[in-house]
């Protein structure tokens, strides 16, 4: 297959998403924007929790930190989005690499992995909802300028619709271009046997390292998204565990470690948990957890590998069927 | 010059059981060397040693005059001193290429360089048929060659083999004998643990024996296999050495 294939379809994909405004109405524009965004956090996620198999269940922590850094130095020093997009980007870089750096060397993995990474974002909610120059509980809501990209601020939803796209379409890209090279194949290693990544020369605590960092920092993106959209943050709407495990669900379900797992991810299950909590919302609180964790247990039983998992395995098996059987029976046991 | 390799008193303990007992010895540039001995006598944990797998609890290892003791794997790996594992150790949900185009990525970071080197170093090994197959769905024996490819394509100066041949049947061992003879040929030394006296005898230039941990004989294949305390070593085992 041609290399440049898999770009390509990013880019054609994408441009067809944008002529979505011209069809759908503006409750679904909502949803779509909310579709965006979190198949972004999804892709972002993907990198820590997919590529290098280190099931983070904080990565709300990076969404929180981007969030409130842009919601603060907005509202706080009058400063544009922009700005707060680059302190955000740093801050969350720092706090990965750090965070990163005490989990990994010390080599906590799998379940001890998970703990940690939750702790650390319950904390965040609970730090955050007792500052009071970040709103305490209650947040901060942000002030509408006007339709501007300077303010990263837009009247209608079509402004963040097309900014989303950018970013998913974005992120992808980033996503196909890595796989090709030496990190991403390391981050796999690491995910596949740590013992054999390491006796083939893979750095496995720096591989985590950076990988917490790209994770995290994207992260941090989505959040100062997220606070653009919504004009408000609150310690539960972006730190905290239902955003944490919002965040890994849809890669979860669309196809870890794959390029396009989560959007597919967030594509089927953000309408289906936006409608759901209309519905049940108010009549049921928790509603949305528990349709998480059916799903979650759902796609581990079923399809361990997710929807493109699936995807891939069917398409294998239609084409062994349509191989000769020469092709498989020629193996190196001959030799 | 100085050696390839110096062991000095190397000693792993694992609580009260000493797995590696001061072991002291030297490999030269280009050598084989068969290092033998009975099961549980500690050749496993002296090449987690050598690798950087394991730490020793005391003892230096010099490679190319350079202490790696304590060094990490990676660290060591890419210093030029491979090894591959008795209990083989795939990256199950990848295919065979890109298991071994790991190992390539040490001496390159792109991905198709490194994907190149992985085919060339499958072909050696004989698994090209099995280049797009995920390692998860390869047999045993392919593990074994997937092993060394992998060893290989980080370019290795000294590769350590344990237990290539074991399992494998006669003319297997034939092959595998062929490859690894070729191997010293290029110029990359060897060291091999083996059970297969047959593979070792062949192909090792000189034989260290250690029982219980420590140094018991060392010599040619023939000065080896007749000398008495190996045979007291390996009695109970008598089949697998005559
Ligand atoms: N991680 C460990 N913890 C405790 N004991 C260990 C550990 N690794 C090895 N041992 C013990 O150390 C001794 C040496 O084991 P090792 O695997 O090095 O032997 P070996 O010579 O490779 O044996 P074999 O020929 O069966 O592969 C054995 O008694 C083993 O049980
Ligand atoms: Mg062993």
């Not at chain 1, 361990?304 to 998992?309: D, H, Q």
């Not at chain 2, 003879?181 to 060291?191: D, K, P, S, Y």
């Amino acid at each position: 297959m041609n290399l440049k294939m898999p770009y390509i379809r990013i880019v054609v994909i994408g441009a067809l998403i944008c002529l979505l405004p011209l069809v759908l109405s503006t409750f679904y524009m909502h949803i779509a924007v909310l579709v965006l965004i979190w198949a972004f956090l999804a892709c972002a996620w993907n990198i820590i929790g997919g590529y290098a198999g280190q099931h983070s269940l904080g990565n709300g922590l990076y969404m929180g930190i981007g969030a409130y850094t842009v919601a603060y130095l907005v509202n706080r020093f009058n400063l544009t989005p922009w700005v707060g997009l680059v302190v955000a980007i740093i801050l969350s870089a720092a706090a990965a690499a750090f965070i990163g750096w005490i989990v990994f060397r010390y080599a906590l993995k799998g379940a001890y992995f998970a703990l940690v990474t939750i702790a650390l974002t319950e904390a965040a909610v609970y730090v955050v909802s007792n500052i009071p120059a970040l709103g305490g509980a209650g947040g901060m809501q942000m002030e509408y300028r006007g339709n501007s990209l300077a303010y990263m601020q837009f009247a209608g939803q079509n402004g963040y619709f097309y900014m989303g796209v950018v970013l998913v379409v974005f992120i992808l890209l980033l996503t196909q271009w890595y796989k090709r090279k030496r990190f991403f194949y390391q981050l796999i290693a690491v995910r596949e046997n740590e013992d054999a990544a390491e006796a083939l020369g893979v750095d496995t605590v720096k591989a985590k390292i950076k990988a917490n960092v790209m994770s995290g920092v994207l992260c941090a993106v989505g959040g100062v998204f997220y606070a653009q959209y919504f004009l408000y943050v609150g310690p539960r709407s972006v730190f905290g565990e239902v955003v944490s495990v919002q965040i890994l669900i849809y890669a979860i379900v669309g196809g870890l470690g794959t390029t396009w797992g989560p959007v597919v991810g967030a594509v089927l299950l953000v309408p289906l948990s936006e409608i759901t909590r209309g519905q049940l919302g108010n009549s049921f609180p928790g509603s949305q957890l528990l349709l998480y964790g059916l799903v979650m247990v759902l796609t581990m039983m079923f399809m361990p590998f997710g929807i493109m998992g699936l995807a891939d395995r069917l398409r294998q098996r239609w084409q062994h069927r349509s191989a000769t059987p020469l092709v498989d029976s020629q193996g190196g046991e001959a030799s | 010059m100085t050696a390839m390799l110096e062991v000095r008193g190397l000693t792993r303990r694992f609580g009260g059981l000493v797995a590696v007992n001061d072991l002291t010895f030297e490999v030269n540039e280009g050598e084989m060397i068969g290092l033998i001995g009975p099961n549980g006598s500690g050749k496993t944990t002296t090449f987690s040693m050598l690798s950087g797998a394991l730490r020793p609890s005391s003892g230096t290892i010099a490679f190319n005059g350079e202490r790696i003791e304590g060094l990490k794997a990676n660290k060591v790996c890419r210093k030029g001193l491979a090894r591959t594992f008795q209990v083989v150790q795939p990256f199950p949900d990848i295919t065979a290429t890109e298991n071994v185009m790991i190992g390539a990525f040490v001496n390159t970071g792109g991905g198709r360089q490194a994907e190149a080197k992985a085919r060339e170093e499958l072909e050696r090994v004989g698994l090209t048929p099995k280049a797009d197959t995920l390692a998860k769905e390869l047999t045993l024996l392919q593990l074994k060659r997937l092993e060394i490819a992998k060893a290989l394509a980080t370019e290795p100066k000294l590769l350590l083999l344990d237990e290539v041949a074991a399992g494998l049947t006669s003319t297997e061992v034939d092959v595998m004998l062929k490859l690894v003879r070729q191997l010293n040929t290029e110029g990359i030394t060897c060291i091999i643990v083996e059970h297969v006296m047959r593979f070792v005898m062949n192909l090792s230039h000189r034989c260290i024996v250690i029982d219980f941990g420590s140094q018991i004989a060392e010599g040619t294949p023939e000065e080896v296999l007749n000398n008495p305390a190996v045979h007291a070593a390996y009695l109970g085992e008598e089949a697998s050495i005559a």
